[in-house]
């Protein structure tokens, strides 16, 4: 069973009450696998966020289902999801740890030891044990980002929506955060939908990704399958009268330059694929719908 199967989702917006309705998400469908994490992409104004706030009833979709493990969604099924923010608000007048005890008191899932037990390991997790007496309103961005990560990864969730969960980590901040999400995906337990802009990190982590553009599905699917539909292209390093030089040329031509530069007595340092996500998704998001 898919752990979210969305139908024909539709949403609207009026931007003032004698303004016609826009229309931000068109029949949108994808299903996400269970057990392992998409990736869901698309630039700005593609409707990822309304999206997630349809996923969570944060605001109602105009038509469309959204099922949950095959449930719709209830007071029941959101015990089982667990979500941080793009830009969240956190309860800054507490510390760390009373922040973190306290929304582990609210789940009602644990006893009093468990959440003492969890809250010390979470803020382990995330490296911000040291500052756990700290007030959150005195944390750094990067800290703040990973108190509200530990949030929503030290609950028994089933599934997790991280909607931007690397903005403002500089790179050991970034670093720990994939290193934290690799370990939940190699458990196989719990699933994660991430929303990101850095498609490095999404083609990292995530096996599958979902493709918004202009309020249209454009692609839901593994994300090497993706990566394959761009014709590849190469940097070829070699080394000529004492200068490395770096080309780029498609598969076709690859050999060519190599027996070309050999003629002339060329060095070939390396051959490398340079195809990736970031290319497959510029060349993809030019196509017209």
Do not use: W
């Amino acid at each position: 069973m898919d752990a979210l199967n969305v139908k024909n989702l539709s949403k609207s917006y009026k931007s003032s009450p004698f303004s016609p309705h826009k229309k931000v998400l068109h029949n949108i469908s994808f299903q996400i696998p269970s057990g392992g994490m998409t990736g869901f992409l698309g630039i700005n104004g593609s409707g990822k966020s309304t999206t997630i706030k349809c996923l969570l009833e944060l605001v109602y979709p105009d038509s469309g289902d959204v099922l949950f493990f095959g449930e719709k969604i209830s007071a029941k099924v959101k015990k089982r999801i667990s979500y941080l923010p793009e830009k969240p608000q956190l309860y800054d007048h507490l510390t760390g740890e009373e922040f973190l005890k306290f929304t582990l008191e609210l789940s009602g899932d644990f006893s009093s030891k468990e959440i003492q037990s969890r809250t010390q390991e979470y803020l382990e997790k995330v490296q911000l044990y040291d500052a756990r007496k700290s007030k959150i309103r005195e944390y750094s961005k990067g800290m703040y980002q990973r108190i509200g990560l530990a949030q929503a990864i030290s609950r028994k969730a089933d599934f997790i929506i991280l909607d931007e969960p690397m903005s403002d980590l500089d790179p050991a901040g970034r670093h720990l955060v994939k290193s934290i999400l690799k370990d939940i995906q190699s458990k196989g337990e719990t699933t994660v939908f991430l929303s990101s802009h850095l498609l490095q990190d999404v083609e990292d982590l995530c096996q599958n990704i979902v493709i918004l553009d202009k309020g249209h599905t454009r692609y839901f699917g593994s994300t090497l399958d993706f990566i394959k539909t761009i014709k590849p292209t190469y940097e070829l390093q070699y080394i000529l009268n004492g200068k490395l030089n770096l080309r780029n040329t498609d598969q076709v031509s690859l050999q060519n330059e190599i027996d070309n530069l050999r003629k002339h007595n060329a060095e070939i340092i390396g051959v490398y694929n340079q195809s990736n996500l970031e290319e497959a998704f510029q060349k993809f998001i030019g196509t017209k719908l």
